[in-house]
């Protein structure tokens, strides 16, 4: 009587193969997205910087003062004319509540989600009349032209004059008026911010 030797997997080998790999699979399930989201917050803190040193030359050619607080014209349209004169040429849009949106932005100022930027100026820090303080900056997160607390919008920045950047992306008063403070909220809830001083 002869045996003969068949070769091939156990079914405890073809099981662990099995975990091990829907174990590599579920790692890069979690890892990717969030890799996703960390990319197009970076990408998110770039236009940040952009608009940043665009209001550095904004100031540089208009004696410093802010697009934001412009002499005789709304706060809304002063900032439609610096991001079509300063950030891109392309972009055209509306305002309301003091959020410029811009509705046609050629492919150099968009969000990493596709849509145009938002541009929202929410006060000087520490005005004595209208004005935010960096204790309630974040009531001023996360709202629509209607002024929804509700609405997610990831492609807003928003600006306050007499601003700067504290720890953690934390908005503190600045020392004059023509200190600006751009901030947005990353996906995952965390503050950027980023000023000009």
Excluded: W
């Amino acid at each position: 009587m002869t045996t003969k030797n068949k070769k091939g997997f156990t079914i405890i080998e073809v099981v662990l193969v099995l975990a091990i790999a829907g174990l590599i699979f579920l790692m890069v399930f979690i890892a990717l997205p969030a890799l996703q989201r960390t990319q197009r917050n970076t990408q998110r803190e770039d236009d940040m910087a952009r608009v940043i040193s665009a209001i550095n030359d904004f100031q540089t050619n208009n004696n410093g003062k802010t697009p934001f607080n412009i002499t005789g014209t709304s706060a809304s349209s002063a900032l439609s004319n610096f991001v079509t004169r300063y950030i891109d040429s392309e972009c055209t849009g509306g305002q309301s509540n003091n959020i410029t949106t811009f509705t046609s932005c050629g492919a150099q100022f968009l969000d990493p989600d596709g849509q145009p930027y938002q541009i929202k100026y929410v006060g000087e820090v520490g005005a004595a009349t209208g004005g935010v303080t960096a204790g309630n900056i974040t009531s001023h997160l996360k709202k629509d032209a209607n002024n929804t607390a509700s609405a997610t919008f990831d492609h807003v920045f928003y600006g306050s004059t007499n601003a700067g950047c504290g720890d953690e992306g934390v908005v503190v008063a600045g020392t004059v008026v023509r200190q600006v403070a751009i901030f947005f909220v990353e996906e995952g809830g965390a503050i950027a911010c980023n000023d000009n001083h």
